[in-house]
């Protein structure tokens, strides 16, 4: 049950947080499994259980081509799934105070590498593969600081919507997967985004990179495959609704007046 045994993955952003995890659980479920990333990823690649590592910058269009083209011929066959995983985080400035430099900056990375993802991984992928993309719970609801990253991250499901439309005549599933607060390189302990996380998830607390591959191995594997164009929150409930930290806060505030 849900083995990818016998199957290809490349994983942009692969060689840190979750897409090294999801790397590793697909590797460990029996999938040939290809990193892509900025930095040289060869011990990553040993490490996670990937066979390869391949470096691209995935804000350029010509080398998340050139990369998945190379992952294909790394792996002698065409792709089962592709993850794109690749990108930056934004928190901080209001809209008031954000520039369109650093717009760009986020939407080069956080979208525009999913949108070449979903251009060329189509041309090495299988009939009946699957596309999983990052996106984001903060594109599922309006956070003050957040615009630049969260609207990056709402364009990523649209996207995967939209592909998921035009992609299903070959029989190949486009989803995203829609993380809140993990722990990660780009989510280390001393994070000022951690305390809010831990009091506004009703789970009370930051998930792991362990809680979230689940959903990227489900996504993968042959059980989902009537499940397409739908992005899943694995959040520890933060969209379900306001969490009882945050109403006990707001009571112990207007409680002291």
């Given at each position: 049950m849900f083995s990818l045994s016998g199957m290809t993955a490349a994983i942009t952003g692969g060689t840190s947080g979750i897409g090294e995890a999801v790397a590793a659980r697909f590797a460990a479920a029996g999938a040939r499994v290809v990193i892509i990333g900025r930095r040289d990823g060869r011990d990553i690649a040993r490490r996670s259980g990937a066979i390869a590592?391949?470096?691209?910058?995935c804000a350029s269009e010509d080398q998340v081509a050139r990369a998945l083209n190379e992952a294909r011929d790394v792996l002698g066959q065409e792709l089962d799934v592709l993850v794109n995983n690749a990108g930056v985080e934004n928190t901080g400035p209001m809209i008031a105070d954000a520039t369109a430099t650093e717009l760009q900056r986020v939407f080069d990375i956080n979208?525009?590498?999913v949108f070449y993802g979903l251009k060329y991984g189509p041309l090495v992928l299988?009939?009946?593969?699957?596309?999983?993309n990052t996106a984001s719970v903060a594109a599922l609801m309006g956070i003050p600081g957040y615009s630049q990253y969260s609207a990056s991250k709402a364009a990523v499901?649209?996207?995967?919507?939209s592909a998921?439309?035009?992609?299903a005549p070959r029989g190949i599933?486009?989803?995203?997967?829609?993380?809140?607060?993990?722990?990660?390189?780009?989510?280390?302990?001393?994070?000022?985004?951690v305390p809010l996380a831990m009091q506004m998830c009703p789970l009370g607390r930051v998930g792991t990179t362990?809680?979230?591959?689940?959903?990227?191995?489900?996504?993968a594997a042959a059980e989902s495959r009537y499940i397409t164009g739908q992005a899943l929150a694995v959040d520890g409930g933060i969209v379900a609704g306001v969490s009882l930290g945050t109403l006990e806060a707001v009571a112990t505030k207007a409680a002291a007046g």
């Open positions: 590592a391949i470096r691209a910058d979208t525009f590498a299988k009939d009946g593969g699957s596309i999983i499901i649209s996207l995967t919507r998921a439309v035009e992609l599933r486009v989803n995203a997967v829609c993380p809140g607060s993990v722990f990660t390189p780009m989510l280390p302990p001393d994070h000022p985004e362990d809680e979230v591959v689940g959903a990227y191995h489900f996504l």
